[in-house]
């Protein structure tokens, strides 16, 4: 099915066709293409929102319900492991339950899920509210995720030569939700209590779902023949897993670390550590349009952006502590600094990785429609649970253990791998494609010279 209010017909996906066609269809919406923006934004924003809101005071209260740190911080963690899980399966059988509905229905269950949340402090105290946690926060992954991957299918289906340019302006939506949730969160509960965050959040996220149900274009697709496997053996495939898995442990990295750094550090008081966060979510949410669009206009310039990044990435958790080698002294101004490069150069490394994968995918046989959409969406949100697992579980690790300014150099470690092997990768890729090219030359020369001489005689 052809994207709605593009009638030229079909194009290459993720950005590939020619620049005035894409410009062209960005002037020109059609009422289904708004319909979808308004859809995946809504779901960006509201799990993202309900998603952070636990941080400023969820710990405390399960404190109080008996569970000890090491019980609070695997609940948090077991959300990232069946996030992935459910990457696969939904990744997989998309086209099998339905794209419109797999999206409705995981943002029903998302919001009901975070009402329930609000109701935790009426459950006993010791196992029950242990259990009853993690049946919450694994219900919200799973949920959340059937939502996320519809919503990146449909978005790349109904924007086949936008792609980059629609998920860079909605991870706006998705940064916005990261920045708002925990002092909206952190206002209702020192206001109203435990209860209001969730059931207010909740509610919000519900009402949505009756508006998508309306206004959501249902996309039908055959049941493609490929699989995830056959997707992430490909070499390019599977060098740019290992970078979104690398951004989004850079990202989980600072959930567990840097708070406790910058108390310790510099003495704030706990009210404006949030703030020292806002730099990073908001230069984020402001390149990551940018970045899109440019990857969509010059799909050429991909390949620099996401190793340009991922090299940029590493340099920043080099300064972040900064690392004791570099011999450079810790201040508040440095750190905020580097915290919105940071966001930056995540912007520019990662939003260029799923229109890439796409045109990977297509390249070697992959079929255009919602069952390759699926299995990319899939790969993506897989590969980013696997970061966001990592990432917390090893920075907690060796913040405990060799400090955080240490910690974070071996963090950029991973960054500065990743950007070099996709940057060695790109290279030998350009080397095989020039060799082919002057082969094919060749060949065609002898061709025509063989051509010439039975023509003479």
């Given amino acids: 099915m052809d994207s709605p209010g593009d009638p030229e017909g079909p194009r290459p996906p993720g950005g590939d066709g020619p620049p005035g ?9 059609s009422r289904e293409q708004i319909f979808v923006l308004i859809s995946a934004a809504s779901i960006n924003l509201g799990s993202m929102m309900c998603y952070s809101i636990l941080g400023p005071f969820f710990p405390k209260e399960a404190e109080k ?20 899980l459910a990457s696969l399966v939904f990744g997989k059988y998309l086209v099998h339950i ?83 949730g925990p002092p909206l969160g952190g206002f209702l509960y020192q206001s109203f209590g435990y209860e209001v965050p969730f059931i207010f959040l909740g509610c919000i996220v519900l009402l949505m779902v009756p508006l998508n149900m309306c206004i959501l274009p249902n996309y039908e697709s055959d049941k493609g023949k490929h699989s995830f496997w056959k997707l992430i053996t490909l070499p390019k495939v599977a060098f740019l897993s290992f970078v979104i898995t690398s951004f989004s442990s850079c990202f989980g990295f600072l959930d567990p670390t840097l708070s406790l750094f910058v108390l310790e550090k510099f003495n704030l008081p706990a009210g404006y550590v949030g703030l020292v966060f806002l730099g990073l979510a908001l230069s984020y949410a402001i390149s990551s349009p940018l970045v899109g669009l440019l990857s969509d206009k010059m799909p050429h310039l991909r390949k620099w952006l996401l190793v340009f990044g991922n090299l940029t990435l590493a340099g920043c958790y080099m300064l972040l502590g900064p690392a004791p080698f570099l011999h450079i002294k810790s201040q508040l101004w440095l750190l905020v600094l580097i915290l919105v490069i940071n966001g930056i150069s995540a912007g520019i490394g990662l939003i260029p990785t799923f229109p890439e994968i796409l045109s990977c995918a297509h390249e070697n046989g992959f079929e255009e429609g919602l069952s390759t959409l699926g299995l990319v969406s899939g790969l993506f949100g897989a590969m980013w649970s696997v970061g966001a697992f990592v990432g917390p579980t090893l920075g907690g690790f060796l913040y405990e253990k060799i400090g955080f300014e240490w910690a974070a150099a071996l963090q950029g470690l991973w960054a500065l791998t990743s ?39």
């Avoid at 066609?21 to 919406?29: D, F, I, N, P, V």
């Avoid at 319900?65 to 992935?84: E, H, P, Q, R």
């Avoid at 059937?146 to 302006?169: D, E, M, Q, R, Y």
């Avoid at 494609?433 to 001489?453: H, K, P």
């Fill in 65 to 84: 319900k008996g569970a000890s740190n090491t019980v609070i911080g695997t609940i948090f963690g077991c959300y990232a492991l069946f996030d992935f």
């Fill in 419 to 457: 950007g070099l092997a996709m940057g060695l990768f790109y290279l030998l890729e350009h080397l095989r494609r020039r060799r082919r090219s002057e082969l094919q030359n060749i060949l065609g020369t002898e061709e025509e010279r063989t051509a010439l001489l039975s023509d003479e005689r």
């Fill in 98 to 180: 339905g794209a419109k509905f797999m999206f409705v229905a995981g943002m029903f269950v998302s919001g009901a899920v975070t009402v329930l949340f609000g109701l935790l402090d009426q459950v006993p105290e010791g196992p029950v509210f242990i259990a009853m946690c993690f049946l919450l926060r694994i219900t919200d992954a799973i949920s959340f995720e059937a939502a996320i991957t519809a919503s990146s299918s449909i978005v790349a289906k109904a924007f086949p030569n936008n792609v980059a340019t629609v998920l860079g302006s909605l991870e706006t939506f998705s940064g916005l939700g990261l920045v708002l």
């Fill in 21 to 29: 066609g894409a410009m062209e269809t960005s002037r020109r919406l």
